[in-house]
């Protein structure tokens, strides 16, 4: 079982429509929470960073985390063409060894049509 | 300013080469990272300096040699790669280890 399990998607939706995006962890040391976005043949771009359960807002983009669950999630309201791409979770291991690793899921292939 | 730069942005080398990749942060981050990313995968660590000093090796083959000249630069020192190292190569930064993590755009490597 990967620490770190993402919906693979592929993911294509409306302009307009409201998107999310899930992902599950298995390591209650994963303490930091992160979304990128990365399009094809570029560098992963930050878009939301959270350490604590509950929701972070910025513009179109909600983070949610439930720690109790060890799930986190991403929405994207009003998606627009531009939002296409892959969107990848990410935690970081606060502890042990490998503290400040960053472990990804596998990602979201995400198409916005017009 | 988030802004981590990766030179060369593509590269092609044969497998009896040596080449060295490149990263410059100037965010004043004390952390810096190696990623491998294949196509349709996502990143994976390949090695984390924090403080100039090598903090993690995921146990990457010796052919892969890394180097941190000092707390803006990191290099990624190669020699006798195989094809299957062909790949997305992504340097990060982050303030300290552990904490949210600017990337790169990533040198594509070709090895032939």
């Known amino acids: 079982q990967k620490e770190v399990e993402q919906d693979p998607g592929p993911l294509s939706v409306p302009e307009g429509a409201i998107v999310s995006l899930n992902c599950t962890y298995s390591?209650?040391?994963?303490?930091?929470f992160m979304w990128y976005r990365q399009y094809s043949r570029k560098g992963p771009e930050l878009l939301m960073y959270?350490?604590?359960?509950g929701n972070k807002e910025d513009g179109r983009f909600t983070a949610q985390v439930d720690k109790s669950s060890k799930y986190i999630s991403l929405f994207i309201r009003d998606s627009q063409p531009s939002d296409s791409a892959t969107y990848l979770c990410a935690t970081v291991n606060a502890g042990g060894t490998s503290y400040g690793k960053l472990t990804f899921g596998q990602g979201t292939i995400l198409t916005v049509h017009p | 300013d988030t802004e981590v730069t990766q030179t060369p942005k593509h590269l092609v080398m044969g497998m009896t080469n040596k080449k060295s990749l490149k990263c410059e942060q100037h965010?004043?981050?004390?952390?810096m990272y190696w990623y491998k990313q294949k196509a349709k995968k996502p990143p994976e660590l390949m090695f984390v300096?924090?403080?100039?000093?090598?903090?993690i090796n995921e146990s990457v083959p010796s052919r892969f040699s890394p180097e941190c000249p000092n707390s803006s630069l990191l290099n990624l020192h190669l020699h006798a790669l195989q094809p299957e190292d062909s790949a997305l190569y992504l340097c990060?930064?982050?303030?300290?280890?552990?904490?949210?993590?600017?990337f790169g755009s990533g040198t594509q490597l070709s090895v032939l």
């Open positions: 965010m004043g981050h004390r952390a």
């Open positions: 959270t350490y604590s359960s």
């Open positions: 300096y924090s403080y100039e000093k090598l903090s």
């Open positions: 990060a930064s982050s303030h300290l280890q552990g904490e949210k993590l600017f």
């Open positions: 390591n209650s040391a994963f303490q930091y």
